[in-house]
């Protein structure tokens, strides 16, 4: 959890930037015009982001807290399989977001949202190796990966 929220602080800035570069090239003067143009942009950002580190093995945030992302049989993951493991990782959104499309308030979606990640994360109880579902499906696994013993 601690290494969850380093990484949301961390996205931040990502985001920050990137939102401030979409601003500036389509010369945005609100923030509700081209909401979904960015939105997109933002996805699509947050996806290099995560693939790019993802194939090198890990974050900032998980090389602080000594995680690493690999495949089963605990070689580092493609970028192909960092792609399939970050859409997978969205899944989690979709029957939420369904709620919504469909003309669920705002805020009952909200609730939706909260009961389907608590529950998200409890079916990774049922999953043999007590792994998330998007890690499984994409064939990939955090380890723990201590630091090089210091001389």
């Not at 602080?9 to 979904?36: C, E, K, P, W």
């Not at 580092?76 to 997978?88: D, E, K």
């Not at 190796?129 to 890690?135: A, E, G, I, L, T």
């Amino acid at each position: 959890m601690a290494c969850w929220l380093y990484e949301g602080m961390l996205l931040f800035g990502v985001v920050f930037i990137a939102g401030y570069l979409f601003g500036t090239l389509s010369q945005t003067r609100n923030a509700l015009d081209n909401r979904h143009a960015l939105q997109a942009f933002m996805f699509v950002v947050l996806g290099i982001y995560f693939v790019w580190f993802w194939s090198k093995g890990q974050t900032l945030a998980m090389k602080t807290w000594h995680i690493r992302v690999v495949d089963l049989a605990g070689r580092p993951v493609s970028q192909t399989r960092a792609l399939a493991r970050y859409a997978l990782s969205w899944i989690w959104l979709l029957p939420p977001l369904a709620a919504y499309a469909v003309g669920v308030p705002a805020l009952t979606t909200l609730l939706l949202m909260a009961m389907w990640v608590l529950l998200w994360a409890l079916l990774s109880h049922l999953h043999p190796r007590r792994q998330f579902w998007h890690d499984a499906w994409a064939g990939t696994q955090l380890i723990h990966q201590p630091p090089p013993a210091r001389r």
